[in-house]
Nanobody
Framework: QVQFVESGGGLVQPGGSLRLSCVVS????????LGWYRQAPGKQREFVTY???????KYADFVKGRFTISKDNAKNMVYLQMNNLKPEDSAVYYC????????????WGQGTQVTVAS
């Protein structure tokens, strides 16, 4: 069973940056795309971004120009560089197979908490 282990979250001030990492156990190429999602307290989990095997990326409008997804196939890693963070970006961030509807994902890892506050 493939597992996703996220890390890199923390507390950051508004305008700051964080880089999240995700280790994918198993064959990273078994996924046509890999993505990041987030869930804030009291809100539904939402799509943030994905990257396909060919490197095509898609971003939610609320992160365009601020977040960048990348991956290292040799290391089975997916990354999310987050710049110009805003308080509304505070959430638990998850990586998983890349789909725009999180309801299609069967199981989730622990995620990593990102808190943007002064």
């Amino acid at each position: 069973q493939v597992q996703f282990v996220e890390s890199g979250g923390g507390l950051v001030q508004p305008g700051g940056s964080l880089r999240l990492s995700c280790v994918v156990s198993g064959n990273i190429f078994s996924f046509s795309a890999l993505g990041w999602y987030r869930q804030a307290p009291g809100k539904q989990r939402e799509f943030v971004t994905y990257i396909t095997n060919s490197g095509t990326t898609k971003y939610a409008d609320f992160v365009k120009g601020r977040f960048t997804i990348s991956k290292d196939n040799a290391k089975n890693m997916v990354y999310l560089q987050m710049n110009n963070l805003k308080p509304e970006d505070s959430a638990v961030y998850y990586c998983n197979a890349g789909v725009t509807d999180p309801r299609l994902v069967r199981s989730w890892g622990q995620g990593t908490q990102v808190t943007v506050a002064s």
